[in-house]
């Protein structure tokens, strides 16, 4: 049984576009996470303001209010198809920062211009990367595939969140960012080597506009989509923040460190979602999917009320492990249950409300930014980590039937 348990683990790979697909979303990852935290620190040390920060954050997820129709376009015309696209506009627009910086003309407003116009597309990398899983691997092996793909986002992170917050101080910000550049090139040519199965197409007179509100009703009328929707946003709203946006602040003025400590603390976030995403792809046994993302959710939110009451840098570090560990548990299942409970020709609009929750986030920024100023930093956290739990309990028991009754095929072994 020793022998066997890590060739299940690693079965996905038998599938050849899965071996194509596992390093473009590897590159892309590294490319998202040097970049945030290259592009975060420079505002915060450019501009001396949380408020640029946090705005600054919310802009790379404004696109999530355009996700459903991305997924409408998947459905239309081939999620292979956006994919490409969107990774192509993701070299383009990094190459024109490099050229800025490599030429000392980079400024404030064009790093916001430029995340403004990544943020339109970005949420929808992820609802296209879980939407060609689902169509490459078999429903028995779903929520492994998830996790595999998670871990490659997760090591990223750990990679890239210190290659990104050394690079600057090493080589300065040209070179780093052309690495950005690079990252997203090799990403573009890797994905379109994915060799997708013919999945349904729309092929209806039906206007993009009525397939989204198709999309919108089908989610509402299914407990479990509509219950796990609404977990995403709450999570994205009350909990993310402290883990994206808010970590420089957290790192410079929170716990006193400097650039090398924000890399730090950003790393330990990603090795613990990795050590989560790992857990999950070599368990001998599935996960009861709808239950392990509300208790996980649950424990995150612990997480965020214990961050309020410490200024230690090296608890600080574990409690960023720990909370990236449970996010996995909570956000893999979370996918799973959304993407077993839809019909394949519906997929591509449901993962897109299901992406549509991410607004979530930059409200949450652009909330928790003016908050700080006004309270300061420990009863912000304390506000949102004690709603944020109370919220997860009300979700648990509103769609208990769907979700938490063992028998719910949220819950399912399958």
Not at 153 to 182: E, K, W
Not at 303 to 318: E, K, R, S
């Amino acid at each position: 049984m020793s022998q066997t348990a890590p060739a299940d683990a690693l079965a996905p790979f038998k599938v050849r576009s899965f071996r194509f697909q596992w390093p473009a979303d590897l590159a892309v990852s590294w490319a998202f996470e040097m970049e945030a935290l290259i592009l975060g620190w420079y505002v915060l040390v450019t501009t001396g303001s949380v408020k640029m920060l946090v705005l600054y954050g919310a802009v790379q997820w404004a696109g999530s209010l355009f996700s459903p129709m991305f997924g409408v376009a998947g459905d239309r015309f081939g999620h292979h198809r956006i994919l490409c696209f969107t990774r192509a506009t993701y070299a383009v627009l990094a190459a024109t920062l490099t050229t800025l910086a490599m030429t000392d003309l980079l400024m404030p407003w064009h790093v916001f211009v430029v995340a403004a116009l990544v943020g339109l597309i970005r949420p929808s990398d992820m609802v296209m990367r879980q939407t060609l899983i689902a169509q490459i691997m078999p429903g028995t092996r779903l929520l492994e595939a998830l996790a595999i793909s998670r871990t490659t986002a997760d090591s990223a992170r750990i990679a890239g969140s210190l290659a990104g917050a050394g690079s600057v101080a090493l080589f300065g910000m040209g070179p780093a960012y052309l690495v950005v550049t690079l990252l997203y090139t090799l990403s573009f040519f890797l994905s379109r080597r994915i060799d997708v199965r013919p999945a349904p197409v729309v092929r209806t007179p039906a206007t993009p506009w009525r397939d989204l509100g198709e999309g919108v009703r089908y989610v509402w009328t299914q407990p479990a989509l509509l219950g796990a929707v609404s977990l995403a946003f709450l999570v994205n709203l009350l909990a993310f923040p402290f883990f994206l946006g808010l970590l420089p602040y957290i790192a410079k003025d929170v716990y006193g460190v400097g650039q090398a400590g924000f890399g730090y603390l950003a790393a330990a976030f990603s090795a613990g979602g990795l050590v989560g995403s790992i857990l999950i792809s070599t368990r001998r046994s599935p996960l009861r999917a709808g239950r392990t993302m509300l208790v996980a959710a649950l424990v995150w939110f612990g997480i965020v009320l214990a961050i309020a009451g410490t200024t230690d840098f090296t608890l600080g570090l574990l409690l960023m492990a720990g909370a990236g560990m449970v996010h996995n548990f909570c956000l893999m299942p979370l996918a799973a249950v959304m993407l077993r409970s839809a019909d394949e020709h519906m997929r591509g609009r449901v993962m897109g409300m299901r992406m549509l929750a991410v607004w979530g986030l930059p409200m949450g920024l652009l909330i928790a930014g003016p908050v700080i100023d006004a309270i300061g930093f420990a009863a912000t956290t304390l506000i949102f980590g004690a709603l944020g739990a109370a919220l997860v309990a009300a979700i648990a028991i509103g769609w208990r039937h769907a979700l938490w009754r063992l028998s719910a095929p949220a819950n399912g072994r399958g």
